[in-house]
């Protein structure tokens, strides 16, 4: 069956759901990270897109997602501040460039952006444009109209909201906005001309079924940036005891992801660190992405350390970095 559904994905064809549950439990495991990797390299050659992200606005959320250290409703110590200094931005920013690295998104915390704080982002922005040649991307939760557009006028190429887990199994992460106001902000973005990066966080409790489930609705969407998290389980936050997920079940995680979403990104994010050395072996399984450098509010891969092993991977670096 796997060499029937890697044909057919070839030819522009679709797994059903119930294939892909198949091939996640019933294949052998290497032969199907193989069998993904394969595709990734005939798909994407072996180009990898990596970009790197800044905690523009840290903690005291209004939201309950219960991944969270930033909401407000968890007793989590972090560093909160309302927007990040012009100079840390842009020395982030130099030194991701300075690396090869050509994407580059402001991140904020809160249930969207007030108008505001928008104005002081974009002023950012222009800052970061004077002096980089980076692109840029905004996280900045739910999306008006207004706001969309406005972002995309400050130069803003790309917008991403995260699903954070499908349909069926949002509700237990998250009680203070819905999977439809994500996705709703994900149309708006579109609307107003901006690329769209959308994915979401694996290990939270869910079934194998649901991550697939996950999978499905970024392909409905039509997502070509998908940022795959593993759960970094943080002290105080609801989720703080479940225990982390093996590096099997996030191949086999990536590998579906692949296989359901042959034309797209699927960009490593959080929980990287966690997985150590063995995290190479995603990019042996059909990723083709990552965001590299700090996270929000845990600490990534050594940059320079990530690029070299990008390199021993076979990954083309220099020539790859940042694609739109």
Not at 44 to 63: M, P, Q, R, T, Y
Not at 149 to 163: A, D, I, Q, T
Not at 210 to 229: K, V, Y
């Amino acid at each position: 069956m796997l060499k029937e559904l890697m044909q057919r994905v070839r030819g522009g064809g679709t797994l059903s759901f119930e294939q892909a549950v198949d091939l996640a439990t019933h294949e052998d495991p290497q032969q199907l990270f193989d069998a993904a990797d394969q595709l990734r390299r005939e798909f994407h050659n072996d180009n990898l897109d990596l970009c790197s992200i800044v905690n523009a606005k840290s903690g005291k959320c209004s939201e309950d997602c219960k991944f969270c250290a930033q909401s407000s409703w968890y007793d989590v110590s972090i560093e909160t501040y309302e927007t990040v200094d012009t100079d840390t931005a842009l020395e982030m920013a130099q030194e991701n460039e300075a690396h090869g690295v050509k994407r580059f998104s402001l991140v904020t915390a809160g249930r969207t952006v007030s108008d505001s704080h928008l104005d002081l982002f974009g002023r950012l922005y222009k800052d970061l444009a004077s002096k980089t040649g980076l692109s840029f991307c905004a996280s900045m939760g739910l999306l008006t109209k207004e706001k969309a557009e406005k972002l995309k006028s400050f130069g803003v190429s790309r917008y991403h909201c995260n699903l954070e887990a499908s349909r069926s199994f949002f509700p237990k992460v998250c009680t203070t906005h819905t999977w439809e106001e994500k996705v709703e902000s994900i149309k708006l973005a579109r609307e107003a001309g901006l690329d769209v990066c959308s994915g979401g966080i694996i290990g939270m409790g869910e079934t194998l079924e649901q991550r697939i489930e996950l999978a499905f609705e970024l392909c409905d969407l039509g997502i070509r940036s998908i940022p795959l998290n593993v759960l970094t389980p943080i002290p105080n936050t609801p989720f703080a005891d479940i225990q982390p997920i093996s590096i099997s079940e996030v191949l086999t995680c990536v590998a579906i992801f692949r296989f359901i979403n042959p034309h797209a990104v699927i960009r490593l994010a959080g929980g990287r660190g966690m997985m150590g050395t063995e995290q190479a072996q995603c990019f042996k399984s059909g990723a083709n992405g990552a965001i590299v450098g700090n996270y929000l509010t845990t600490a990534g891969n050594n940059l320079k350390q990530d690029i070299e092993m990008f390199k021993k991977l076979g990954f083309n670096v220099e020539d790859s970095l940042g694609r739109d």
